[in-house]
């Protein structure tokens, strides 16, 4: 199974400022990654798949980038709903399926 | 609108059974893959399950296969989960989310169900 570790595992930031958080894959997944955000007791929600395709709805200020093994989601300008974890997902090799940890993005 | 309404969750005695629901409306439901994913409490995300619009095809995480069955009824727009010989470990929130035509990256999420198994 491809493992997904990201980092850091949580960290603070104010608003206003830009973050960066790092997933990297065991193996080489190409660009076939996925980003979540998750706020405390909802489901999870799609920000970008292929790595840095957009979901619709999403705001600009998200963004990844990233193939291969490192991949990075950016947030250029956290609003105060941004404050939630983050997962990226690999879809290159299943089963399984599998997650990053998450890094649980805090306010400062 | 695209949503995904589950239903089935509870307490259960380790070794019963749990048979999980996700309705789906909004969309196509026979044109999506759909999968399964389970949260633990504080925990991190697991994919739980995969299956293909058709069911032609299914797979299983290591932790619940042989315990559990993924199917679906595409007249009935109705995605589910046969659960048994359930353990502590398989206490959590349990998601439906929609994957996608021909990969697996999950663009709609139902709210979930919860699942307990205890004594």
């Known amino acids: 199974a491809i493992r997904m570790t990201q980092s850091p595992s949580s960290f603070s930031a104010s608003t206003g400022d830009r973050v960066t958080i790092t997933c990297r894959a065991s193996q080489g997944i190409s660009s076939y990654l996925a980003w979540y955000q998750q706020k405390p007791g909802k489901a999870p929600k799609l920000l970008i798949y292929a790595a840095s395709t957009l979901q619709s709805g999403v705001p600009s200020r998200f963004s990844g980038s990233g193939s291969g093994t490192d991949f990075t989601l950016t947030i250029s300008c956290l609003q105060s709903e941004d404050f939630a974890t983050y997962y990226c997902q690999q879809y290159y090799s299943y089963p399984p399926i599998t997650f990053g940890q998450g890094t649980r993005l805090e306010i400062k | 609108e695209v949503q995904l309404v589950e239903s089935g969750g509870g307490l259960v005695q380790p070794g019963g059974s749990l048979r999980l629901s996700c309705a789906a409306s909004?969309?196509?439901?026979?044109?999506?893959?759909m999968n399964w994913v389970r949260q633990a409490p504080g925990k991190g995300l697991e994919w739980v399950s995969y299956i293909s619009s058709s069911s032609s095809t299914i797979y299983y995480a290591d932790s619940v296969k042989g315990r559990f069955t993924i199917s679906r009824d595409n007249a009935k727009n109705s995605l589910y989960l046969q659960m048994n010989s359930l353990r502590a470990e398989d206490t959590a929130v349990y998601y439906c989310?929609?994957?996608?035509?021909?990969?697996?990256?999950?663009?709609?999420w139902g709210k979930g169900t919860t699942v307990t198994v205890s004594s």
């Open positions: 989310a929609r994957g996608q035509v021909a990969t697996i990256y999950m663009d709609v």
């Open positions: 909004g969309f196509t439901f026979s044109s999506y893959s």
